[in-house]
């Protein structure tokens, strides 16, 4: 690893980033490039890492080994400088049950030097608002449900303009409405310039909001960059729906494809559609050339798609766990 | 956001504003004024008892001043702390000093509060702070619940002090409130030792309980003769020693033993609050 001088266009930058419990390292010389500006995905099944990274990014643990920069400042040394313009939410939602939401969110506007008396009030009605929350602005939190209480998390990271905003798994407990609302924030949010870091353990969320993203596994991050190169890393398929699926898979193999082979029950009706794909390992075969072969051999085409790899296929690849929470 | 709130002051406040909160989130708990509640119920009972009963307790029976109950009202509040001293109020300031720091930390808002950011080091002052203003309030809730239920039941008038001067009833309401500021200077060692525990854990329970039973403990090898030597350096050493304050002339010998004790506790346990908690990785 080449050591690089801070760069002024990174909100965050690790370098070889090491934390042990005992001996386990949870996190494991992790090196992350968060340029500003990004919505910046970071992936990871349960127990990959992902919380205890942020917490060193805050400064809420200490390092055993690496350096942070957040916003071209060395954490923790600049702490009390870089943590009034980064807004957090850090392993779920955490408040006083016996305050009301607005007199939870006035108590931690307190903690915040740099966060004026004078508007604290107003800012409190304006992040209530902004998370749909208005009208529990007096309940207890003891009353809230689970989402409430997400909504309420997110209001707190939003009560003072931010250039940074740390969101670990933002979107847990929130039902489709809720989960589309925080992606519409976090596109707003992101439009006003902010820099936007999401930790999350759903690939589709990370997939519609991010444009960048870095995936973790077992403490060590295993691949990271625009959303585009991470998907790029995998293979497109052409899929094609037809009734004659003997045929085309003779098509394709004479256009020097490998089809998969057929899948199902051999007695299937031939009626029925057969759904045939194939690997496109190189640029050699344009696709409209595949539908021009097909026609004219008298396949018919009742569908047809070029498909590139999803970032599930990779994250599956990468990780070799899916979903499973690590070891 | 309209454009007044987004300015961004160009030099952070003095940070005053954290130190009001805690006191308005300590003070709007219920759990604090059920245990005030619970205090203030010392001297009412105190009083309605020797009210109800046939003969005015005789000099030297029950707990210290309560045959001066009968002449001067005001002197519940004084018998009240003597009886809480030993027990109520530790049980109550072990509940406060425990809950500073384990409290927010089982909650999860102690990573708010340093995210926000508070600075672990105003954070210890600022709940400290608060631990000693429930002292405080502890203490004059007694004293005057005290107050106003001996004047309710019993006359307030000129009373006989230790040395046997007699004062008028003014006189003897500043020497009340001189005993109610001696006992929570008494309590602040033991919010020190209560704050420092609560560093060490994020089982707000469990400091709680550990800061009551060094409060018992110290009690106990108070009262073992075998261990003279300790004795002065027993937090709870002075707890019961501000009978100087009530003679006249006013000594104030055992005021300031008591406080510069205390102060040494504060001294130390605040250090090593600090010395845990500043390197603390905050894991809840």
């Known amino acids: 690893m080449t050591v690089s001088t801070p760069s002024v266009d990174l909100a965050i930058e690790t ?60 954490m923790p040394q600049s702490l009390r400088d870089v943590l009034p313009r980064v807004g957090a939410l850090v392993e779920g939602p955490a408040f ?37 929350l208005t009208h529990a602005a007096g309940k207890k939190v003891r009353a809230y449900s689970l989402g409430m209480k997400q909504r309420l998390g997110i209001a707190n990271a939003l009560l003072s303009p931010r250039d940074l905003l740390v969101l670990d798994e933002p979107t847990n ?17 992101a439009a006003d310039g902010a820099t936007v870091f999401v930790s999350s353990h759903l690939l589709a969320e990370v997939e519609q909001m991010c444009t960048h993203a870095a995936v973790m596994s077992s403490g060590r991050i295993v691949a990271q960059g625009t959303l585009a190169d991470l998907r790029g890393g ?21 256009l020097g494809l490998v089809p998969a082979p057929r899948v199902g029950a051999p007695d299937r009706p031939p009626e029925l559609d057969d759904v045939v794909t194939a690997p496109l390992l190189d640029d050699s075969t344009a ?12 396949v018919r085409v009742r569908g047809f798609a070029v498909e590139g790899s999803t970032l599930e296929d990779r994250f599956v690849a990468l990780t070799g766990e899916g979903f499973d929470v690590a070891q | 956001m309209p454009s007044d709130l987004v300015v961004r002051p160009a030099r952070p406040a003095a940070g005053w504003a954290l130190l009001s909160s805690e006191l308005s989130v300590l003070f709007r708990r219920r759990r604090t004024w059920a245990m005030l509640a619970a205090l203030a119920a010392i001297p009412i009972l105190i009083a309605v008892a020797v009210r109800l009963s046939s003969s005015p307790p005789a000099a030297g029976e029950g707990p210290p001043f309560l045959d001066r109950v009968t002449q001067n009202g005001l002197f519940v509040g004084i018998t009240a702390l003597v009886v809480s001293i030993p027990l109520f109020l530790p049980l109550t300031v072990g509940v406060v000093a425990g809950d500073t720091i384990a409290g927010e930390a089982s909650l999860g808002t102690l990573r708010y509060l340093l995210v926000g950011p508070a600075g672990r080091v105003r954070l210890l002052f600022v709940k400290y702070a608060g631990a000693a203003a429930f002292c405080l309030a502890a203490t004059m809730t007694v004293m005057l619940a005290g107050a106003l239920i001996g004047a309710a039941l019993f006359p307030v008038g000129p009373v ?44 707000p329970v469990g400091a709680m309980a550990a800061t009551i039973v060094l409060s018992v403990v110290a009690q106990v090898l108070d009262s073992l003769s075998q261990l003279d030597w300790l004795h002065p350096w027993l937090f709870s050493h002075y707890w019961l020693g501000f009978a100087d304050l009530l003679r006249q002339p006013i000594s104030w010998a055992s005021f300031g033993d008591n406080a510069a004790l205390q102060a040494a506790y504060v001294l130390v346990f605040g250090a090593l609050a600090y010395g845990r908690f500043v390197t603390k990785d905050v894991l809840t």
Do not use: C, W
Request: positive net charge.
């Open chain 1, 15 to 74: 370098h070889g980033l090491t934390k042990r419990f005992g001996h386990q390292a949870a996190v494991d010389g992790i090196d992350l490039v968060v340029p500003r500006g990004a919505v910046f995905g970071f992936l990871g099944p349960n127990g990959s890492g992902k919380t205890t990274t942020i917490r060193l990014m805050l400064g809420l643990a200490a390092a055993t080994s690496g350096d942070i920069r957040v916003l071209g400042r060395a």
């Open chain 1, 287 to 298: 696709s409209e050339a595949i539908v021009a072969a097909l026609v004219a051999a008298g």
């Open chain 1, 173 to 189: 407990g929130l039902d489709p409405q809720g989960t589309r609302e925080v992606r519409n924030l976090v596109a707003s949010l």
């Open chain 1, 234 to 254: 995998g293979i497109a398929h052409v899929r094609i729906r037809t009734p004659d699926g003997a045929e085309a898979r003779v098509v394709l193999a004479r």
């Open chain 2, 160 to 203: 006989t002090l230790l040395s046997g001067d007699t004062v008028a009833v003014a006189e003897s309401a500043v020497r009340a409130l001189l005993v109610a500021a001696y006992v929570t200077v008494s309590l602040l060692g033991l919010s020190a030792i209560g704050l420092f525990i609560s560093t060490l854990t994020e089982v």
């Open chain 1, 96 to 132: 006083y049950p016996f305050l009301s939401g607005a007199a939870n969110l006035q108590r931690l506007d307190t903690a915040d030097r740099y966060a004026p008396s004078a508007t604290r009030a107003e800012r409190v009605e304006l992040a209530l608002e902004r998370v749909g």
